[in-house]
């Protein structure tokens, strides 16, 4: 299989404070991991592309200091949103690509933000 | 620009029936085609991908089709189950220099009622 986990899978934060949010590849290896943001009743939309070992492409309009990516290693990658808030509250989904896998993405089960 | 559109946006139908759902597309150049099934508060999990050169494939009781000329795709659902409920998503590889980049469409919400 190609596993994909995601941790916290809900977290509610204060306004101002910052959360990590980590992506996890369980049985595989990826040297790739993207980081999608979706609101209510829209699509994924793309926030970076996390290299392991590299740093991270941000999408046009995503601000890369307000949203860290750290690529550690090839099996997680995390995403921190400093200095939170409620506008940034919203279902966040990882996927990882996997090493010879022809592109296919496999998608973490999200991590729901709610920022008060 | 590419993009992805999907339709019906939202569709109910009653348990056992079938229905298809539509996607077309504008994306270049063209690596595959994918549907996804997401549940409410879950990740998307794949149903089926597609080449260029596939016309149709099956999973279960999904089943795409994909016409390369005219950019579209269907999924089609048979004997529908209350678990079949969630949103259907459409999303078109195109192959980048930087590999392939996904373009998302903003889904079909499907409810199954008894």
């Known amino acids: 299989g190609a596993v994909v986990s995601q941790h916290p899978s809900r977290v509610i934060c204060k306004s101002g404070t910052s959360v990590k949010i980590e992506c996890r590849s369980l049985?595989?290896?990826?040297?790739?991991m993207f980081w999608y943001r979706q609101f209510p009743k829209q699509s994924l939309m793309l926030m970076a592309t996390s290299n392991e070992g590299s740093k991270a492409t941000y999408e046009q309009g995503v601000e890369k200091d307000k949203f860290l990516i750290n690529h550690a290693s090839l099996t997680l990658s995390t995403l921190t949103v400093t200095s939170a808030h409620p506008e940034d509250s919203s279902f966040y989904i990882c996927s990882a690509r996997r090493q010879g896998s022809g592109g296919e993405q496999y998608f973490g089960p999200g991590t729901r933000l709610t920022v008060t | 620009k590419n993009q992805v559109e999907q339709s019906p946006q939202s569709l109910i139908i009653l348990e056992g029936k079938n229905c298809t759902l539509q996607?077309?597309?504008?994306?270049?150049?063209?690596?595959?085609l994918r549907w996804y099934k997401q549940d409410t508060g879950r990740g998307p999990v794949s149903l089926t991908i597609m080449t260029f050169s596939e016309n149709t494939k099956s999973n279960g009781r999904y089943t795409a089709t994909l016409d390369a000329d005219t950019k579209q795709s269907s999924l089609h659902i048979t004997a529908s189950q209350l678990s079949d409920s969630a949103s259907y998503i459409c999303?078109?590889?195109?192959?980048?220099?930087?590999?392939?980049?996904?373009?998302f469409g903003t889904g079909t919400q499907l409810k199954v009622e008894l």
């Open positions: 996607c077309n597309y504008t994306v270049s150049p063209f690596s595959n």
């Open positions: 049985d595989f290896q990826a040297t790739t």
């Open positions: 999303v078109v590889s195109a192959l980048t220099g930087g590999g392939n980049k996904l373009t």
